[in-house]
Structure formats: C-alpha cells, structure tokens
C-alpha cells in the first residue's frame, strides 16, 4: 500500500464465502493452486463465525518455581460455523450440503469487505476444510428457514492482503 494510506475498522457486511474443489489433505494447495481453483458462491450467508487458528495450551508445572508455565502447542483451527438462509436452489448451498454428504476435504475462499478504498481488492483467505454439519433449522412461526454448516478447517489459513488494482 502506498504511504499515508490507512485502513479503518469494517463490518463484515458484502463478505463472501465460497466453497471449491476437493483437496488432498496430505497436499494441501498453495496461494496459486487456490487462486485458480473454481469457486462456488454460498448465497444469502448471514453469519460465517470464527476463522483461524488456535494454539494449544501445554503446561508444565515446575516444583521449584512454584508456578505453571504455558507453551504453545499443535495448531487447530477448530470449525466455523455458517448460518445462511435456506435456498434449495442456490447452488453454493447445494455444493455444502453435497460436501457434508461426501465428506471430501474441500478448499474454501472468504473473501473480506475491507479494501482500504476503490483502488484496493479486498483480503482473502484461504482454507480447507470439511463440511461437518448440513442442517436446517426451522424454528418458530417468526423464524427466517436457515441452512447451518459446520466446516471442520483442517489447514492454516493464507491470508492475501489487499492490493492495489488499477482502475
């Protein structure tokens, strides 16, 4: 980003997630090999929770300190979980609820709405994962139809930051 430029606080407002094409978990693709995926849009997602990974907590309590010391572990990017609402023709939906049925590591791309101005792309990460849970909640009579997904990540995320695009 050019100098004096600065970015500011987002909503998640116009972020996308969109699931692609199987993956092998022993080779996990790279930045490119994602970038030239195909990717399905999932429509009208309301909430795509929490993304990224979390470090185990090892400890070790030592007699003579007295005193529990915390090191980190393995990695784990635990499940996200996306709430959309139920559209049995929107073609993203059926790709997860087919994914979920399958149980085929696949590559997923959230794209973020934080360019920092019309010059910029937004950020993108990129992950893979499986789709755990493909349910749909009915609820009450004042209750939107949702789908939820659970996608176990099974991968660290790649992270592409904005950059600048000529108008």
């Given at each position: 980003?050019?100098?004096?430029?600065?970015?500011?606080?987002?909503?998640?407002?116009?972020?996308?997630?969109?699931?692609?094409?199987?993956?092998?978990?022993?080779?996990?693709?790279?930045?490119?090999?994602?970038?030239?995926?195909?990717?399905?849009?999932?429509?009208?997602?309301?909430?795509?929770?929490?993304?990224?990974?979390?470090?185990?907590?090892?400890?070790?309590?030592?007699?003579?300190?007295?005193?529990t010391e915390h090191l980190?572990?393995p990695a784990d990017a635990?499940?996200?979980?996306?709430?959309?609402?139920?559209?049995?023709?929107?073609?993203?939906?059926?790709?997860?609820?087919?994914?979920?049925?399958?149980?085929?590591?696949?590559?997923?791309?959230?794209?973020?709405?934080?360019?920092?101005?019309?010059?910029?792309?937004?950020?993108?990460?990129?992950?893979?994962?499986?789709?755990m849970d493909a349910r749909?909640?009915?609820?009450?009579?004042?209750?939107?139809?949702?789908?939820?997904?659970?996608?176990?990540?099974?991968?660290?995320?790649?992270?592409?930051?904005?950059?600048?695009?000529?108008?």
């Amino acid at each position: 980003m050019p100098a004096g430029l600065k970015t500011s606080a987002t909503t998640a407002r116009g972020s996308k997630l969109y699931i692609g094409e199987v993956v092998d978990i022993q080779d996990l693709p790279n930045q490119s090999e994602y970038e030239a995926m195909t990717w399905v849009l999932v429509g009208t997602v309301e909430d795509a929770g929490d993304q990224g990974d979390a470090r185990a907590d090892i400890t070790f309590e030592s007699l003579d300190t007295d005193r529990t010391e915390h090191l980190t572990g393995p990695a784990d990017a635990g499940s996200q979980r996306v709430v959309s609402a139920y559209l049995p023709d929107d073609v993203g939906q059926i790709a997860m609820v087919a994914a979920q049925a399958d149980s085929f590591n696949r590559g997923f791309k959230m794209e973020l709405n934080n360019k920092p101005s019309v010059d910029y792309t937004n950020t993108i990460r990129y992950y893979s994962g499986r789709v755990m849970d493909a349910r749909v909640g009915i609820g009450n009579a004042r209750n939107v139809l949702r789908n939820n997904f659970q996608i176990g990540i099974n991968s660290a995320t790649i992270e592409v930051a904005p950059i600048y695009s000529t108008p």
